[in-house]
């Protein structure tokens, strides 16, 4: 059986879930289907006007957009309050159009939406991003939000920071704009991390202003929704002056130091100097049989030498070159390298590696350098030789430790607090500085150097940060 175009209207218009009905000219509702009656809970007693469901401040809406459509004969759509049974207010979408010769008169077919939870969301929405646009401008620290790497807003205190004089110099613009080159791969690889929701602590950079000033900065950055979408929220603080008052310190420190290395210097080189001055005298009595004294002379000038090296070394350490090294394969190539030595002091090197250690960010010479002197002092705590264990394993998440045990004779408790100090060492003859450089390296990694020790043997941990992921 054929349906007619009619039958098909009458079916669709009764049962869509979304409000139907038709008004004449005014506004009495001459049909609507079950959905508009349980929306507005009235009667399906007809007439009712539309009038007592539209809010009385929309009216005046509903009218103009009914009389347009009598003019030109098309569909609109407005956004009305409407008045449930408790007085509540229901926001709808009314879509309108109008209907001609139906029993020779004009009808109008009204389609309802409940937007009510839409509108809702939209407010709780605005009002969350005035909140948000509050908290950025009444911020005590320079403030940005960055979204799809790009700045999209930034408060006074920020504009002050960069020298702009207005938002139109930073909005738009990707923050790396602003940060000095050097800092790029850090700062990538750190909005990975807060992006993937790791917890990120804060970071120094140096920033370039408008005027091309440097300016030491320290960044705080978590991530937040901002309008709709995923961004972080960068805090942005001046550490300048900071800066100039550690550098103030650290040139006190180094005054400091510069006295204690020459009153250090003066008493080791003393000591070679005056068994050269004694030797040589003792040469001008005659040549014959004087051969060993030339090379006692030799050995104490050796001596100078290798404590000059370490002082310089000590007093202009070379820039590290930092990039991400495989541990394991870092520790064969020095064991292959310290191996002969440990075989002529019978000393056996074994080491144990967990698997899958992963990398770490090093300067690989320093680090090299770092171990070979570590070994050696073992290799010479052990002079009737022994055994060395080398341990590399995954301390926790975000370090891993190179452990070196040795089965010396240990170093006295009183010792160990003294240990790294220049020129303190507990070898016949030794300098101290190998220790010094060697905590120094370690604190340039980030990284930090434990020592314990008993009468059977000495342990040493180097903990090292593990290396971000690219």
């Known amino acids: 059986m054929l349906i007619t175009e009619d039958q098909l209207f009458e079916k669709t218009f009764n049962s869509s879930p979304i409000c139907n009905a038709l008004i004449d000219l005014n506004w009495d509702i001459v049909k609507a289907n079950h959905s508009f009656y349980n929306l507005f809970s009235c009667t399906q007693r007809l007439p009712h006007n539309l009038k007592k469901i539209i809010y009385p401040e929309d009216v005046e809406k509903v009218r103009n957009c009914l009389n347009e459509l009598l003019i030109e004969e098309s569909t609109n759509q407005i956004e009305v309050r409407c008045r449930g049974t408790k007085g509540e207010v229901i926001w709808t979408l009314l879509s309108i ?37 509050l908290i950025i401008e009444n911020s005590l620290e320079a403030t940005l939000i960055v979204m799809d790497n790009r700045c999209v807003e930034i408060n006074k205190l920020g ?77 942005v603080k001046d550490i300048s002056e900071r800066k100039i008052s550690q550098e103030l310190m650290l040139q006190s420190e180094k005054l400091t130091t510069a006295g204690q290395l020459a009153a250090g210097i003066a008493h080791e080189i003393r000591n070679p100097l005056t068994a050269m001055k004694g030797f040589l005298q003792l040469i001008e009595t005659g040549w014959k049989e004087k051969k060993i004294y030339f090379e006692i002379i030799m050995s104490e000038i050796d001596r100078i030498e290798m404590i000059l090296n370490e002082l310089l070394i000590l007093a202009k350490p070379k820039s590290p070159t930092f990039c991400r090294k495989n541990v394991e394969i870092l520790l064969e190539q020095v064991i292959t390298f310290i191996q002969t030595q440990a075989i002529l002091n019978n000393i056996d090197i074994k080491t144990i590696i967990e698997p899958n250690i992963p990398l770490v960010t090093c300067d690989e010479n320093q680090l090299k350098q770092v171990i070979i002197n570590l070994i050696k002092n073992s290799i010479e705590a052990m002079p009737k030789g022994g055994k060395i264990v080398v341990i590399v394993k995954k301390f926790d998440k975000n370090h891993i430790t190179i452990s070196i045990l040795d089965e010396g004779g240990g170093i006295p408790k009183e010792h160990l607090q003294q240990l790294g100090k220049p020129f303190y060492t507990t070898k016949e003859k030794g300098t101290g500085l190998g220790l010094t450089i060697c905590f120094q390296i370690i604190e340039s990694h980030n990284g930090q150097m434990n020592i314990t020790s008993s009468k059977s043997g000495t342990l040493i941990e180097v903990k090292l940060p593990i290396a971000n992921e690219k």
């Open 97 to 133: 159009s109008c209907i001609h010769k139906i029993e020779s008169s004009i009808v109008y077919h009204i389609q309802i939406q409940n937007i009510t939870k839409y509108k809702e969301y939209q407010k709780e929405k605005e009002l969350f991003e005035q909140s948000q646009k």
């Open 159 to 235: 504009l002050v920071l960069l020298g702009a004089k207005s938002k139109k110099e930073v909005v738009g613009k990707s923050p790396f704009t602003f940060i000095d080159s050097k800092f790029h791969h850090l700062v990538k690889e750190r909005m990975t991390m807060v992006n993937q929701g790791k917890i990120a602590s804060k970071m120094e950079q140096q920033w370039i202003s408008n005027n091309g000033n440097i300016i030491d900065v320290e960044i705080t950055s978590f991530p937040i929704i901002h309008e709709s979408k995923k961004a972080l929220y960068v805090m």
